[in-house]
């Protein structure tokens, strides 16, 4: 693609196309450079970050210089000074890039500001979970623990944050991404590892602050959104085709034990309830923590708990379904595979080279060091390999990517502050690694709530984290909608979450209404997996109560039935990057008032999915965009499109719409039979 390097009197501006990436001038320069000394303090995942920058100063002065091969773009303080930053242009398929080629080592902090409209939206940064448009905010991009509540108005986060520092807020994500797509059909991605800002806030520009100098920034360009997300995902690799087992019913997240997941299982039969897998993270043996059921990070099988396993699996195989379990890249000190690890080096060490343990909340673990290869492949060989997929697993959660400390020394010498945000994607790598040499890629999965740039070459499937159990505004379940719609655009097709959620804290407890309002949503989307919580007993399981159980078998039935919808959609995943579920401007992007819309998707271009997100509804509004007309699912009446409506949505009828005149329309109209 073709840029252009326009200057009229002292305003630089680079564009392609009719779009302006760059501007500058001397009175409005676009790039700051600066010194900082950053405050960096991790608590179980959960970050205290402050910055006290020394000096920041304008790069007022450009030179440009031009040739056959690109540009070079030369920034200083002043003119005649010596440059201290300098950028090569180059042209790219899809857009431009911006190669950093020097910048003066007394700098750390790198501010950028790019044109910005008035009305322009913006979206992406990763898998956002509070606000899909991110226009009017900052979003900090450190890969973390989300916390419990995410809003300093409520008093639950209150609660986390006085108790465990742990509340969190809005920008707070397990999975930030330094890209993002903006409405002008551009997206701006810069390759780097380090702590960033990125600021949407002013009208007229958009300021992307760094705490370590990018290596580049890339502009990619399209006509329309459609193109612009397939080609960003090319950009990052496009995902391994869902696993077509998932789709054979629910996966049953069960963590009491052998005897009791035969017992769930048997009851699910008798209920009619589709089951894809059981999905037991205690394989590995529990212990009790005040935080609640934590597992023993061994990654080994536990016979204590499951003393049948070995046998049970190929009979669960035999009627369909699979066996699935859980590991993250810890390992703790009280289990076997840690001092394995530890006589072979491993581990990551204490700065001074001794051990270094990380406390995990009334247990400490190890850190396998994913930058040293052989304890890479260690850990895919002995662990993912030996003890997980030979022994009969068909995959698993792999956990805990954001965890990465900052004041460790990791085998590669780089500072684990750069190498804390690259920690997602090294460990998803792991695992598509193992699971490729096994030469089981596309039927064993395995399913991640951290990420960063990359991730998607390797992820197969996002799982949205730990959601509190309720409706919450920013951290229940209409949250785990945005997050798919922002990751989705950036080339993660495929996104799930805990079906009634996972964190119960300070008495906030799953009810029947909603689980049944989760189940319902999750039976339009790539797959659905329940989980107990983290505190099992004090929550609300869909098998406690007879009628949330039929409820539940028949969301079960639904998403069997969607199964041709989503290998068709999964296939689409394949070839052109695109999301199963996709914001409606995707397909809608003349329509503008779909461009903020954030509690509702396109389960691909025919199906329009609104759950209801609020306790006690049994009605719900809907915006259906403009250009269609659209058949509600469970009556059949027909709604012009271009308007918000209000239908009936009592339980066991999620607001979910057809649009009017697609092939599969008789096919999906059928659905609420």
């Known amino acids: 693609m073709q840029f252009t390097l326009h200057q009229e009197n002292d305003t630089f501006s680079l564009l392609c196309g009719a779009t302006v990436l760059l501007r500058h001038s001397a009175q409005a320069p676009c790039c700051f450079v600066g010194h900082g000394q950053e405050s960096m303090q991790m608590y179980r995942g959960n970050f205290d970050i402050e910055d006290y920058v020394d000096e920041r100063s304008a790069l007022r002065e450009l030179v440009l210089e031009q040739d056959a091969q690109g540009a070079r773009l030369s920034f200083a303080r002043h003119a005649g000074e010596a440059p201290q930053l300098v950028f090569e242009v180059h042209a790219r398929p899809h857009g431009v890039h911006l190669q950093l080629a020097f910048a003066a080592p007394q700098w750390n902090r790198l501010w950028l500001r790019l044109p910005a409209e008035k009305h ?12 899909f448009n991110l226009r009017g905010r900052h979003f900090p991009l450190w890969t973390s623990e989300p916390g419990v509540g995410r809003d300093k108005s409520t008093h639950l986060t209150w609660q986390a944050d006085v108790t465990a520092r742990s509340g969190g807020d809005y920008y707070h994500t397990n999975y930030p991404q330094p890209s993002f797509i903006s409405s002008q059909r551009y997206c701006l991605h810069a390759e780097t590892t380090a702590y960033a800002d990125f600021d949407f806030r002013h009208d007229d520009f958009h300021e992307l602050q760094f705490w370590a100098m990018p290596e580049s920034f890339e502009f990619m360009l399209a006509d329309s959104f459609i193109e612009l997300v397939g080609v960003v995902s090319e950009r990052f690799g496009r995902q391994p085709s869902l696993p077509a087992w998932l789709q054979n019913g629910a996966m049953l997240g069960l963590k009491g034990g052998e005897a009791h997941a035969r017992t769930i299982l048997a009851r699910a039969k008798e209920h009619g309830l589709a089951v894809s897998a059981l999905w037991c993270e205690d394989w590995v043996g ?36 699979r066996f699935l379990g859980y590991v993250n890249p810890y390992l703790c000190n009280d289990g076997a595979l840690y001092q394995e690890a530890l006589q072979h080096g491993y581990l990551a060490t204490a700065l001074d080279g001794g051990e270094y343990l990380v406390d995990f909340g009334e247990f400490d673990c190890g850190v396998v060091d994913f930058t040293n290869p052989a304890a890479a492949h260690w850990f895919e060989e002995r662990i993912l390999r030996q003890e997980m997929l030979d ?10 990517g954001e965890y990465l400390p900052i004041d460790l020394r990791l085998a590669n010498g780089v500072d684990a502050r750069l190498m804390h945000n690259a920690w997602p994607t090294m460990w998803a790598e792991v695992n598509a690694r193992a699971i490729e040499r096994a030469g089981k890629t596309g039927d064993a999965t395995f399913f991640m709530r951290a990420g960063y740039s990359g991730v998607q070459r390797h992820c197969p499937l996002l799982w949205a984290g730990d959601q509190s159990v309720d409706f919450s505004r920013h951290d229940g379940l209409q949250t785990v909608i945005c997050g798919a719609l922002s990751s989705g655009l950036l080339g993660n097709a495929y996104h799930h979450s805990d079906i009634g959620g996972y964190t119960s804290l300070f008495g906030n407890v799953r009810t029947p209404e ?16 329940t989980h107990e919580g983290n505190r099992p007993d004090e929550n609300f399981q869909f098998y406690q109560d007879e009628g ?52 509702q998707y396109l389960f691909g271009p025919d199906l329009l999915v609104a759950p209801v997100h609020a306790a006690g509804a049994t009605d719900w509004s809907a915006y259906l965009p403009a250009g269609d007309a659209w058949l509600h699912l469970w009556s059949g009446v027909r709604h012009e499109g271009g308007q918000r409506v209000t239908v009936a949505a009592p339980l066991g009828q999620p607001p979910v719409f057809v649009r009017a005149g697609c092939a599969q329309q008789d096919f999906l109209l059928g659905l609420a039979a």
Request: proline share 5%; hydrophobic share 45%.
């Open 120 to 131: 322009e939206h913006v979206w992406g940064c990763g898998e956002q979970m509070s606000y």
């Open 286 to 321: 529990l212990r009790q923590t005040s935080f609640g059921k934590r597992l023993f990070w061994d990654w080994r099988w536990q016979p204590e708990r499951y003393p049948d396993l070995k046998a049970w699996i190929p009979e669960l195989a035999a009627d369909h379904i």
């Open 391 to 400: 022994f009969g697993l068909s995959g698993w959660m792999a956990d805990f």
């Open 514 to 529: 909603l689980f049944q309002r989760w189940a319902e949503m999750a039976a339009f989307t790539s797959m659905m997996r």
């Open 548 to 599: 949330v159980f039929a409820h539940f078998a028949r969301m079960t039935r639904l998403h069997v039935a969607l199964a041709p919808v989503i290998r068709s959609l999964a296939e689409d995943a394949v070839a052109r990057g695109l999301p199963l579920q996709r914001p409606l401007f995707l397909h809608y992007e003349h329509d503008h008032n779909t461009y903020a819309i954030q509690d």
